[in-house]
């Protein structure tokens, strides 16, 4: 990876040179320099360093001596393919690798899944979301040819996204946790048995501030001894498999009223920006 900055590095020099060369060609083989556009044109283009003025200047009298004059626009349109070809390969390069490392991210969350998951999944990018500062619900640049089924899982390498919930074609909608039709079953991972369930649809007695961006959750048991900062996992119930990790605890309510206890989950993931993601299918519960 260190290479290929250094190459795309060493690319982008090689396109402001020649894109240099290009512009002084150009300039030298036009008629009428002297006329108000030529002038502005060069006032601009005009570098402010002497030593670069000196390279430009020294570029077009050798091109002017070595190439016949009726072969020069010729040659500036040559330039200017090779440094067409050139962005090309720069911008293919950059984009490649920023690729390589999201997909490479994806694939951690294979070491949170069931064996049986590693054989079928589809990675798709983000290409529409709903209005708002976090994403609730999406759509993905996958579907069902690319073997999307609908209930399908969405990952990042950080953990639960969501679910699928629409499948078209070459494109499906999903669902984040943080919308109100998510609902995840989930347990505490130091204890396996301090279980509940996250959802935006929990309802309390009273709404604490600073919930946007939050899961609200609620445990079977309010004598579960959860602490901020325990880690939240799927708990293998209902759709989710077991294991994937989905937040950790920021706030612990208790409601003797109602004998409930409520978390506030703060999610792994980042969902005010998704790029890339991972779908599992569902599991087959026949």
């Known amino acids: 990876m260190p290479n290929k900055k250094k190459y795309s590095k060493k690319l982008y020099i090689y396109l402001v040179l020649i894109f240099t060369l290009i512009t002084s060609l150009s300039l030298s083989v036009k008629k009428g320099n002297d006329n108000l556009l030529s002038r502005i044109g060069l006032e601009l283009l005009a570098p402010p360093n002497k030593m670069i003025s000196s390279i430009k200047n020294s570029s077009v009298n050798f091109m002017g001596s070595v190439i016949p004059k009726n072969d020069k626009d010729k040659k500036i349109e040559d330039l200017e393919i090779e440094v067409e070809k050139l962005r090309t390969q720069l911008i293919k390069n950059t984009v490649t690798e920023s690729e390589l490392k999201q997909l490479s991210d994806l694939k951690q969350s294979l070491n949170f899944i069931e064996e ?109 001894k959860v602490l901020p900062g325990d880690i939240i ?51 087959d519960f026949n």
Do not use: W
């Open 116 to 224: 049986d998951y590693e054989k079928n999944y589809v990675t798709a990018s983000i290409v529409g979301k709903n209005d708002g500062n976090y994403y609730t619900s999406f759509t993905i640049s996958a579907g069902k040819n690319q073997n999307v089924q609908k209930d399908g899982i969405v990952l990042t390498g950080k953990g639960l996204v969501g679910r699928i919930y629409e499948v078209s074609d070459n494109y499906s909608k999903a669902i984040s946790i943080l919308d109100s039709k998510s609902s995840v079953s989930f347990q505490v991972l130091r204890e396996e048995r301090y279980t509940g369930i996250a959802s935006q649809n929990v309802t309390m007695d009273y709404e604490y501030k600073d919930f946007e961006g939050y899961i609200k959750g609620y445990l079977f048991d309010i004598n579960y």
């Open 233 to 283: 996992i799927t708990s293998g119930l209902g759709l989710y498999p077991k294991g994937i990790p989905i937040g950790s605890i920021d706030k612990i309510i208790e409601d003797k009223n109602n004998l409930l206890k409520y978390v506030k989950i703060k999610p792994y993931v980042n969902l005010k920006k998704i790029d890339k993601v991972m779908i599992l299918n569902p599991r």
